[in-house]
């Protein structure tokens, strides 16, 4: 009757006492953070697609991103072809097609003048850019299209241009070729090169030369992106804008490029083996259409914002586990080796403080910048935690060397969020240092006791 009540007072005194029970305990409560943890990381991903949300309303209301393509040549040709009728006797008839023609020499120069719009606290790149393309229009081989020079109707031809907006376009466009202006009108039918096409009527019935020059300006507005698809035999593209944090995006890089903090300047000369469109052919309106090989083609400017919080708020959360785990262990070894026992629930309290971090950088950020916003979580945390570790350990010193240690943490996570390239040889080589230090801290343990 007696010996019961004192094994289960044992038992309760062995919880309380061991140091394998405790890290049990801390054990299971990092496991427990790791729900608020994923909440957070939640919610960083719901702010930003707030924030994708309203660049997309903003780009909307202004103008989306522009993707520059074309001019091609576009020449009614008169083609016999054979038919059944009902009866299923053979006739004739005359049709008319299309020759397409794709520019032999083609230059593009852009400036971009851009700016930020703000949306609460979200922040849009837009721009204006006076965009100038040229070139020439060589002949067509008629020959190995199977086509005589009498079939064509050269005062029928059409030059006809795409941009992917055309809510950016701020002018009528206009088109010089051979000799002749012409304004160029939206193409509403359904039977275009283009999904947003502009054509403009050209006579060449009258062209003397083996070649058609074409020149035009495009004034327009849009936003984030400007992309081009280089349709020429050779297209030579120059653009130039006042954004210092410029991404040069898309299949090709640029073969020269300057960026400072006044403003880029980026020129591609691209050759036409590198486009998976041919120069001439007939009869099929949806070549250019295709928009997997446009993506594999065309290449441009991102205006990207020279911080994304956001992006640098979630690398920071997911060392959150890491950051409580070393706390936690620093902890519990202060705890061991001063002989000062810190209830399991005052670890939570702490768990719960650094939790709240990623929640305070989050906010922060949004308003004052990332690297603000962390200074200040970080400070606001780490004094926190030092003030609380004092009142519990009633020493100073105790409690400033493990706000010291709490501070290396957070520098450490800091310099490897911003070292992308070097983060992993970092990290690595710092958490093999830690776990040398828990190494060489642990031998004053003397596990059998507890």
């Known amino acids: 009757m007696i010996e019961q009540p004192e094994q289960k007072h044992g038992f309760i005194d062995w919880l309380k006492e061991s140091v394998t029970a405790k890290l049990v305990f801390i054990g299971i409560l990092i496991l427990v953070l790791l729900i608020p943890s994923s909440l957070v990381q939640n919610l960083i991903n719901e702010r930003a697609d707030r924030q994708e949300d309203m660049m997309n309303d903003v780009s909307d209301k202004w103008s989306g991103s522009q993707l520059i393509a074309g001019p091609v040549l576009v020449i009614p040709y ?8 009902d009866n299923q006797k053979e006739k004739e008839k ?6 397409y023609i794709l520019p032999d020499d083609l230059h593009i120069k852009a400036e971009l003048h851009t700016e930020v719009l703000h949306r609460g606290i979200f922040d849009v790149v837009v721009y204006n850019t006076a965009v100038k393309v040229s070139g020439n229009f060589a002949w067509a081989d008629l020959a190995a299209l199977n086509i005589s020079p009498g079939q064509l109707f050269l005062n ?3 030059i006809t241009f795409s941009i992917s907006d055309l809510k950016g376009l701020k002018t009528n466009p206009v088109i010089t070729s051979a000799g002749k202006n012409s304004t160029a009108e939206p193409v509403f039918t359904g039977d275009t090169v283009f999904n947003n096409g502009l054509q403009a009527a050209v006579d060449l019935s009258d062209l003397k030369d083996t070649q058609a020059s074409f020149n035009y300006a495009l004034d327009l507005k849009g936003s984030l992106e400007l992309s081009f698809l280089p349709l020429g035999k050779t297209t030579d593209v120059e653009a130039s804008g ?12 640029p073969d020269t490029r300057k960026v400072d903090n006044n403003g880029f300047s980026a020129r591609w000369r691209m050759l036409y083996y590198n486009r998976p469109y041919p120069q001439q052919w007939t009869g099929d309106v949806s070549v250019l259409r295709d928009q997997k090989k446009q993506q594999n083609a065309m290449f441009g400017i991102k205006l990207r914002l020279p911080v994304d919080q956001y992006q640098k708020t979630m690398r920071t959360s ?19 080796i001063r002989k ?16 709240i971090y990623y929640s305070l950088l989050l906010s922060f950020s949004e308003q004052i910048g990332f690297t603000m916003a962390y200074l200040v979580a970080s400070v ?9 570790i004092g009142s519990l350990l009633k020493n100073r010193n105790a409690a400033f060397l493990f706000g010291f240690i709490l501070s290396v943490f957070y520098i450490f996570i800091y310099v490897i969020i911003q070292l992308e390239d070097l983060a992993l040889i970092i990290g690595s080589s710092a958490l093999f240092i830690i776990v040398a230090m828990l190494m060489y801290f642990s031998r004053k343990i003397n596990w059998d006791r507890h």
């Open 340 to 355: 000062q026992k810190i209830h399991v629930f005052n670890y939570l309290l702490i768990g719960a403080a650094m939790i």
């Open 380 to 388: 606001a945390t780490v004094g926190l935690i030092t003030t609380f």
């Open 94 to 99: 005359d049709v008319i097609e299309n020759l």
């Open 78 to 85: 008169q083609k016999h072809v054979k038919y059944q009728d």
């Open 156 to 158: 029928k031809a059409k």
């Open 318 to 336: 997911k060392y959150s586990l890491l950051i409580i785990f070393l706390t936690f262990i620093s902890l519990f070894l202060t705890e061991v």
């Open 242 to 253: 006042n954004w210092g944090s410029p991404s040069f995006d898309g299949r090709y890089l």
